[in-house]
DNA sequence: CTATTATTCAACTGACTTATTGAATATAAA
DNA sequence: TTTATATTCAATAAGTCAGTTGAATAATAG
């Protein structure tokens, strides 16, 4: 009997040990500025490490070595095609678990609560629209659902009834733009500045404009959530 | 206006930078096996240092360490009264949070999924009941739901209904189960083994009984949930 | 077949993490 | 005040992670 207790309790254990690890591990493989902003350009859309590259900034090694990471553990997966090798999220799953974290973050940690205030406030786009409000808003029609990211990325998916503004035509486009509709603009997500300098620039024209607290991303989980129900 | 773009550029970039390493700071204190159990055992009851030592196995000072780690990033809190410190989840919205992490990884990483099933195999617990299931099957009365988390456990918090017989009891107490009703035994959630413990040595007896899919801290989670809609 | 380009691999350095030890601090009981 | 106990701190050694370099591989165009 006594045998039989510590068999037992050896193998709890043993168990606790594989689970526990196996959950650090994909911890760990997220736990990194770098592989974070990885994560955030391939929740827009399928790209190559070249682009990764050029979206962020990292060597090109080191975004190699990074993919390789975040796929060790099933977060994102490739394919390879001419010269190319590109990469996307693997799962759904994963998207929505990794919202849930950054809005953790975000409202429960001080410093990121009070970093992203000051930005949003000095762009002045601090009445941000949520996700409820986004709703209510599109029935009334009187918005412009403006999507300011790359053209690539909004083709990829974009939030229904949006048009496509890339920030950096914004200038040159004014005149498309309906005076009389407030505008909302959105991009990648909540670490995104595109918007904010979208609504930046376009409250200083006179434009009444806010921008989403969210991005596509979000929307897409979103919207995956309430077909499941 | 070009110096203009690359001060823009450089803000966005510093902002970027603050956001991402905040977030990758709390995902690296929770990614260690060892502070992973430390939650677990935090997320059923406040305890000790000693407390959760006896409970994981691991050195004073190491938990000490990791309980630090835990505080640095707003995940744990700490009161001092006579000789001990007591530490406890410093909010719920954490613990939410982290279920969706554990739902995710059960459900979505191979292995995880596949050592789970072994476990609850091993002891015939492998037809497990979901928080829905469990609603259902508390309205028709005929089950009793059993907590074996030890007494202390069960007294800082239990769920609705149920019965306290923590498993080193549970031999000893056999009488004082009704024979006819199905049994349904939970514990301190998917990664804890009390529960497929009393399942095992239940159903070897001959009794009618399955575990939880989850314990405490998830349906604590669920109800939070459910009242703030 | 050769040259070109995109990506990965291997090896290395410096920086962080973890676990262990023993000393230091703080509380409460004698 | 002294003593015992619980916890934290500081220093260390071993292990892991991140970023850089240059070489290796693999696909395509000429």
Redesign the interface.
């Given at each position: 009997m006594f045998v039989y207790l510590i068999v037992?309790m050896m193998?709890?254990r043993e168990?606790?040990?594989?689970?526990?690890?196996?959950?650090?591990r994909?911890?760990?493989a997220?736990?990194?500025?770098?592989r974070?902003?990885i994560i955030e350009m391939l929740s827009q859309e399928e790209k190559s490490v070249e682009g990764i590259v050029q979206s962020t900034g990292i060597s090109v090694a080191n975004a190699s070595q990074h993919l390789q990471i975040l796929k060790s553990?099933?977060i994102v997966r490739s394919r390879k095609q001419g010269h190319y090798v590109y990469y996307s999220l693997a799962?759904n799953?994963?998207l929505?678990?990794y919202h849930?974290?950054?809005?953790?973050?975000i409202?429960?940690?001080?410093?990121?609560e009070r970093?992203?205030s000051r930005?949003r406030e000095?762009c002045k786009a601090l009445q941000a629209v949520s996700l409820e409000e986004l709703e209510e808003l599109v029935k009334n029609e009187n918005v412009l659902l403006m999507d300011v990211r790359p053209v690539s990325e909004f083709q990829s998916g974009h939030i229904g009834g949006a048009v496509s503004i890339p920030l950096d035509e914004l200038i040159s486009r004014l005149k498309d733009l309906p005076g009389n509709k407030e505008i909302i603009a959105y991009c990648r997500g909540p670490?995104c500045?595109l918007a904010d300098?979208a609504v930046k620039t376009l409250s200083e024209k006179g434009y009444k404009v806010r921008r989403l607290d969210f991005g596509y991303p979000e929307w897409k989980t979103r919207l995956m959530e309430s077909k499941a129900v």
């Open positions: 037992n193998k709890s168990f606790k040990d594989v689970m526990y690890d196996g959950l650090s994909l911890l760990k997220l736990a990194n500025p770098q974070l902003e553990v099933n799962n799953e994963f929505a678990m849930h974290i950054v809005k953790y973050a409202n429960e940690i001080a410093e990121l970093t992203l930005q000095d670490f500045v300098e």
